[in-house]
């Protein structure tokens, strides 16, 4: 755990703590840290992920280990802003694996990068870190694994995916194997690396190989990235949005409005 965490108040928010940090504040921080040899992880929390934790103490307690929580959706600035609280952007894990490369690129810091979609020639994992590669000069490619779904289900093959990632050595490993999958894989590499930095980035590694296109600026501009994803991929994300993540932010925005009328805030956005 960091000890530079105290330097600004976290935002209290469906069960988590918020930091209350823009993107290049994030960046910044990391660079920080691992200039000073300290590991650390990054988890960047929406709706669907704290309307999981609201349900799941066991796994509320494993996101309170992380050394950064960010918020990733507009309905949390919405929520915070109406607790009268301040969050002072959105930062994803979509957009802090490009910003996060570009400043280990200029540290000649090496990424590990595990996840995206499996293939015979030529894996996501792979053509994720290419393109990255490709942008940012300079970056050092540790190793990329892209292994099959349920490989954390098999013993030997979670063994040999995390020792693959511990011989490596990277500063930052980008995990992007679906929440809560990443982040269970996270708590059990960190004691192994402590001063490596480790972002759980979901659908990320899949945006950057080419696999999956993300919405365009402005629909990611006005909070509505989810109804891009629910268009393209419907039967399997409709359920889970309409049905399961609306009446959770409904609620959360209403407990945050109710908090908003009878305490006086610590400070106002």
């Known amino acids: 755990m960091l000890h530079t965490r105290a330097r600004w108040r976290r935002v209290p928010l469906g069960g988590l703590s918020v930091d209350p940090l823009t993107e290049a504040e994030v960046v910044s921080h990391v660079r920080s840290a691992l200039a000073r040899g300290e590991g650390g992880w990054i988890v960047t929390p929406n709706v669907d992920i704290l309307r999981h934790v609201s349900r799941d103490p066991q796994l ?43 400043a280990l690129a200029a540290d000649d810091h090496g990424v590990f990068i595990l996840g995206g979609t499996p293939s015979d020639l030529d894996d996501g994992a792979h053509r994720a870190a290419l393109v990255l590669a490709d942008t940012f000069p300079g970056l050092r490619i540790a190793g990329t694994l892209c292994p099959p779904f349920g490989f954390d289900k098999d013993p030997a093959m979670l063994a040999e995916v995390c020792d693959a990632v511990v011989a490596a050595d990277p500063q930052m490993v980008y995990v992007g194997i679906g929440f809560p999958r990443q982040e269970h894989l996270i708590r059990r590499l960190r004691a192994a690396l402590p001063r490596t930095w480790f972002l759980g980035c979901g659908a990320a590694v899949n945006f950057v190989a080419g696999d999956i296109q993300r919405a365009n600026p402005a629909l990611q501009k006005a909070g509505l990235e989810w109804l891009d994803r629910l268009a393209r991929e419907p039967r399997r994300l409709a359920r889970r949005y309409l049905r399961e993540d609306a009446p959770f932010a409904a609620a959360l925005l209403a407990r945050s409005l109710h908090h908003r009328l009878t305490h006086r805030p610590a400070h106002r956005a």
Do not use: K, Y
């Open 60 to 102: 509320r307690a494993q996101l309170r280990e992380a050394d950064l929580v960010v918020a990733d959706g507009t309905p949390l600035l919405w929520a915070a802003r109406l607790a009268g609280w301040n969050l002072p952007a959105r930062v994803t894990g979509s957009d802090l694996i490009w910003s996060l490369s570009r």
